[in-house]
């Protein structure tokens, strides 16, 4: 502020001045010898004064109170003058030093009400961004249940036996759902110690905010008591050793920077925490909803290759009946084909016999005769019937083998199948049951 200008003080009149009436008296000087008139003594004087040395002395006394009655008068007014014009002067400034020190209350409270409130705010905004690393917390715990559900289908479907143990659809995107839960816990990891950081360096500004509003209190008080001091107060004395500037002090430029600077960046620390806090939001329901998808893609896995195993193994199990089917008719076919050989090996019998027996006729009598022919017809017949029979007997027992073998595939196949639709079906899919609903969801409860 510039300085008021001080009203000029009115100005004493003028005394006049009255010389006195000076009347030079010639005295004539004594020439007698052993004269000591008009002579300056030193020490005491002996002799008498003369008379014009009495009158000039006279004079100069006369003259001398005339003059210090002047210097006093004058000294008076003067005094009275200064007097005036001190104590205007000196009201004047103190009601100025008052105003000023008014006036610098009114610029200490505002600052003290806005550091104030930047305070509060910045209290506010951390406790909200707590809230949402609290959230971010709870969404992390959250996976553990998801990410032991993925590695114990992983595990579960490793007990899987040949040729079912394939890297199928299910397992693509298990290992897909088990990378994905990966990158969301190393996200929300990440995020919470950005959180973490940023709720520190909220706090730590809050602290300058706090120290600054502090010192704005206390100079308040301060300088409010000084507002009350007057020339009656009982509390005021002399202190000569405060007319100074320290070399430390501030100016006003820089007292208002600083707190300008204070809650500035306690602005850009509300701001920055306002955009973590959206995008912590945004972090939750993206990681969420991916992992809500990715989970219904793996479930639509498991249920089509749980169709495709029910398929299989129904196919395989009807395949089988009509296996056990064949080898029922082939073990009837066997029996039959074993019967007809022992019938023809029994026909066989009778015709050789019956050439044996008629080798033995005698003489003429063993003649080439039609029973002759027709019997030898018969077992040569019978020989390759009986060849074919037993070749047929033999093919047979092979395809009874070969059916059983593939019997037994069947049945090892079937029970893989089974096998493998226990571990899908009751193991995995049953143990997704426990997969959280949803981790936005999960972030809210306690």
């Given at each position: 502020?510039?300085?008021?200008?001080?009203?000029?003080?009115?100005?004493?009149?003028?005394?006049?001045?009255?010389?006195?009436?000076?009347?030079?008296?010639?005295?004539?000087?004594?020439?007698?010898?052993?004269?000591?008139?008009?002579?300056?003594?030193?020490?005491?004087?002996?002799?008498?004064?003369?008379?014009?040395?009495?009158?000039?002395?006279?004079?100069?006394?006369?003259?001398?109170?005339?003059?210090?009655?002047?210097?006093?008068?004058?000294?008076?007014?003067?005094?009275?003058?200064?007097?005036?014009?001190?104590?205007?002067?000196?009201?004047?400034?103190?009601?100025?030093?008052?105003?000023?020190?008014?006036?610098?209350?009114?610029?200490?409270?505002?600052?003290?009400?806005?550091?104030?409130?930047?305070?509060?705010?910045?209290?506010?905004?951390?406790?909200?961004?707590?809230?949402?690393?609290?959230?971010?917390?709870?969404?992390?715990?959250?996976?553990?249940?998801?990410?032991?559900?993925?590695?114990?289908?992983?595990?579960?479907?490793?007990?899987?036996?040949?040729?079912?143990?394939?890297?199928?659809?299910?397992?693509?995107?298990?290992?897909?759902?088990?990378?994905?839960?990966?990158?969301?816990?190393?996200?929300?990891?990440?995020?919470?110690?950005?959180?973490?950081?940023?709720?520190?360096?909220?706090?730590?500004?809050?602290?300058?905010?706090?120290?600054?509003?502090?010192?704005?209190?206390?100079?308040?008080?301060?300088?409010?008591?000084?507002?009350?001091?007057?020339?009656?107060?009982?509390?005021?004395?002399?202190?000569?050793?405060?007319?100074?500037?320290?070399?430390?002090?501030?100016?006003?430029?820089?007292?208002?920077?600083?707190?300008?600077?204070?809650?500035?960046?306690?602005?850009?620390?509300?701001?920055?925490?306002?955009?973590?806090?959206?995008?912590?939001?945004?972090?939750?329901?993206?990681?969420?909803?991916?992992?809500?998808?990715?989970?219904?893609?793996?479930?639509?896995?498991?249920d089509n290759h749980c169709r495709?195993?029910?398929?299989?193994?129904?196919?395989?199990?009807?395949?089988?009946?009509?296996?056990?089917?064949?080898?029922?008719?082939?073990?009837?076919?066997?029996?039959?084909?074993?019967?007809?050989?022992?019938?023809?090996?029994?026909?066989?019998?009778?015709?050789?016999?019956?050439?044996?027996?008629?080798?033995?006729?005698?003489?003429?009598?063993?003649?080439?005769?039609?029973?002759?022919f027709r019997l030898v017809s018969?077992?040569?017949?019978?020989?390759?019937?009986?060849?074919?029979?037993?070749?047929?007997?033999?093919?047979?027992?092979?395809?009874?083998?070969?059916?059983?073998?593939?019997?037994?595939?069947?049945?090892?196949?079937?029970?893989?199948?089974?096998?493998?639709?226990?571990?899908?079906?009751?193991?995995?899919?049953?143990?997704?049951?426990?997969?959280?609903?949803?981790?936005?969801?999960?972030?809210?409860?306690?």
């Amino acid at each position: 502020m510039s300085a008021m200008a001080l009203p000029e003080e009115p100005v004493p009149p003028a005394v006049p001045s009255c010389p006195l009436p000076g009347k030079i008296c010639d005295v004539v000087r004594d020439e007698r010898p052993g004269s000591c008139c008009g002579m300056a003594m030193a020490g005491f004087r002996t002799s008498k004064y003369q008379l014009p040395e009495w009158h000039r002395r006279n004079a100069r006394v006369y003259n001398r109170a005339y003059t210090v009655g002047e210097e006093s008068e004058r000294d008076l007014a003067e005094s009275k003058h200064l007097t005036r014009h001190a104590a205007a002067c000196a009201q004047r400034a103190q009601e100025y030093s008052k105003t000023t020190l008014a006036q610098r209350l009114q610029d200490i409270h505002f600052w003290r009400v806005e550091l104030q409130k930047e305070v509060m705010e910045l209290d506010a905004e951390t406790n909200l961004l707590a809230a949402q690393k609290l959230r971010l917390e709870r969404t992390l715990d959250a996976t553990e249940v998801p990410y032991g559900v993925v590695t114990d289908n992983l595990q579960c479907r490793e007990r899987r036996q040949p040729p079912d143990l394939v890297i199928d659809e299910v397992e693509r995107q298990l290992l897909k759902e088990a990378d994905l839960i990966r990158n969301i816990r190393d996200l929300l990891k990440r995020t919470i110690i950005q959180a973490t950081n940023q709720i520190r360096s909220n706090r730590i500004q809050k602290e300058f905010c706090e120290l600054d509003w502090s010192d704005k209190v206390e100079t308040y008080h301060i300088d409010d008591k000084c507002v009350t001091y007057n020339n009656d107060s009982t509390n005021i004395q002399f202190h000569p050793s405060s007319v100074k500037f320290e070399e430390n002090a501030s100016t006003p430029k820089t007292w208002a920077q600083f707190s300008h600077d204070n809650i500035y960046s306690a602005e850009q620390e509300k701001l920055a925490s306002v955009q973590l806090r959206s995008l912590i939001n945004n972090i939750i329901h993206d990681v969420s909803e991916d992992l809500r998808m990715q989970r219904a893609a793996v479930n639509e896995a498991f249920d089509n290759h749980c169709r495709e195993l029910d398929d299989a193994k129904l196919r395989l199990e009807q395949h089988l009946a009509k296996i056990l089917k064949d080898i029922g008719d082939e073990e009837a076919n066997i029996v039959a084909l074993k019967k007809a050989i022992r019938d023809k090996e029994t026909h066989l019998k009778v015709a050789q016999t019956r050439l044996y027996d008629r080798s033995f006729r005698p003489n003429i009598e063993l003649c080439k005769d039609e029973p002759q022919f027709r019997l030898v017809s018969e077992v040569e017949e019978l020989t390759v019937f009986l060849e074919a029979l037993k070749r047929k007997l033999m093919e047979s027992e092979q395809c009874l083998k070969n059916l059983e073998e593939t019997r037994m595939k069947l049945e090892k196949e079937i029970a893989v199948k089974a096998n493998s639709i226990f571990i899908d079906r009751e193991k995995c899919m049953t143990f997704r049951i426990r997969y959280p609903v949803d981790l936005e969801v999960a972030s809210y409860k306690q």
